[in-house]
């Protein structure tokens, strides 16, 4: 992990270690799906985080003074829970940059069965419409208001 | 770049700029048309690239796109979010081409109902122009709507997918009527474009090239006939003489040099907020005011449409990523007036497609459905591909108050004034909108629907900005006359929705193209005397 890192110098290790943990905690493995926290989808995610570098520093600075590291998973769950509404701003702007990156990925998007990296060109066969269900509209007589100087 | 003299300026390059350049080109006049904005290369479409769901630069608000050839909106004193593109194609590159027309009693709201104000034109009138745009941006469609008057489609149906479908079956329960969307979009190869890939955001620009969007419908035709089209030409101001008549224009180039484009006609087709704001820039001795705005009301009137988005989840995939996300299927139920409703008009009930995995994901975490930890993909794969919406729009009444106008503090990157919105709802929108809302409810609880959103009507977008520069025959009550000429300027024109007289309950563009297409004819049939 540290490879992918090294090349990103916006934020300090420490700040990185507290990053990818928050990562972990928000998107974990499941359902057939990768942690945001794998190198994988990091190597995504953390370029877009250190063009908020503004906004996330100051919030960075105060997660540390919790030592998220220390707790079990479900204990770090709740405290984020805690300040995610007490520090908006910094979750809103972190929450929102995770899911563009992690949610773009091609390994994402292979496994929800979507086209990747992007619809074009394979584009997407949309099956054959079944034109009787508009069988009870066509019984309909026209109803638009027909106006004299239009017959 | 010459600024030799040229017969006509045209000033825009969208959806009603390309329809006049290209009816105008039959006359062998020179024609110049001017556009801010630049040539948009397909392949950089978001749908051929990564990240295709959250590009910036096809954000399809200004305030959030921030291109240096968009200019500043301030809608903040809006409920309805002005959207728009600036480029050649104007906001055809990014509209979802649903291709409604209005209907015959959009031009007489006045008369039948006592709301608004009549057209000087009716929908006879342009039946003709309707078919000649039509065959120019290839409409798919399903011929026979009983809630329509009829016309010929040049295509067959975008198909309805699993959530049209099963929207379909919920109208149907209802006994309510809907049909398959008339959709500018080429679900087979027409007039050199190719067939629809069912890539989806639609809104984002056609990677395909199947979505009619001007720069690949009208304007090669234009250009092949002799039309000028520069871009990156942003102009500040129409210039006029001593008598009053319009004589071309100020513009700068992309390096921000002025330039003074001389023209015998002007024709303005910078939408319903860029026209307003472009005449209001256009001050002089003769019009301290601005041009053409002796009625005073160029800028008022602004209509945005009422619009109900209710969003309904299902609990299985619907395939609802996939086709043409703002083209399935529409109802017209709850079109025409009914007097045992507490609102004069109506609106069309029109489905949206649910959204790829981001923006399904951006969405969930917003309304607080997308938990952190353990639980967060079940939660997404409950929301992912299982939602649609139905989309109201409906008709919202011309109200004075409703305004573009100058922003005296903001400017563009040229240093011209930007503009302030400033509209509201009136009672007999906001009416409308809790109907609608209701009936799209019912619709998704009969397509067997497991939950719907609450109704929203705040902070939706619309990019249909009408009303502007209205057209009639009373100089006093309109800015220009019945074929668009301007009552004060002899020889200068609006093309663009800014010169509807009612919104309508559908999307404009057929109709703003069909309103263009007119205006060019009625000036083709007058050239010899078009300024008595
Ligand atoms: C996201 C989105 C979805 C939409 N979906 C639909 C839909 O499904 N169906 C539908 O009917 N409509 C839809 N619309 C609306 C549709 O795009 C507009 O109705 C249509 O493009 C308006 O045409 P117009 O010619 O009036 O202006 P535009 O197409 O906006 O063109 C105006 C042009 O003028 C240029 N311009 C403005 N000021 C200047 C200046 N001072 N100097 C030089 N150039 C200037 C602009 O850059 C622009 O290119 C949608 C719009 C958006 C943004
Ligand atoms: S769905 Fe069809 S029209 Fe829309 S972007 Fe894809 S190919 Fe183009």
Known sequence: MSDILASDNTYTESERAILTLLCELMIPAGNGRPSAADPELLNDILPRLSTHESVLKPGLAILATLSLEKLAASEQVALIHQHREAHATFFQVFESQVIQAYYAHSIVLTSLGVNAPSPYPQGYDVQETDWSLLDPVRGREPFYRQLETEE | MSNEPVDVLIIGAGASGAAVAWSLADTRMRILCLEQGDWVNPATYPSAGPGYENRQDFAIRPNDRRLDVDYPIDDDDSPVKVVNFNGVGGGTILYMAHFPRFHPSDFRTRSLDGVGEDWPIDYATLAPYFAENDRMMGVAGLAGDPGCPPKEMQLPPVPLGKLGERIAGGFNELGWHWWPSESAIATEPYDGRDRCLNLGPCSSGCAQGAKASTDITYWPHAIRAGVELRTRCRVREITVDKKGMATGAIYYDENGVEHEQKAAVVIVACNGVGTPRLLLNSVSTAFPDGIANGSGLVGKNLMLHAMAVVQGQFDSRIDGFMGPIGCALWSKEFYETDPSRKFKRGYTMEIVRGGGPAGTALNGMAMGMLPWGSEHHTAFDQLFDKAGSICAVGEDLAEEHNTVTLDPEVVDSNGIPAVK?????????R?????????????????????????????????????????????????????????DVKNLFVVDSSVFVTSAGVNPTSTLQAVSLYIADSMKKRLANLFD
Do not use: C, Q
């Open chain 2, 421 to 429: 919105i400033a509209y509201t709802l009136g009672e007999n929108s």
């Open chain 2, 431 to 487: 009416n409308m909108i809790e109907h609608a809302g209701e009936r799209a409810k019912e619709v998704f609880a009969a397509a067997g629907a497991v939950a719907t959103s609450p109704i929203i009507s705040s902070g939706v977008s619309s990019g249909h900005s009408m009303g502007t520069a209205r057209m009639g025959t009373d100089p006093a009550r309109s800015v220009v006359n019945e074929w668009g000429r301007s009552h």
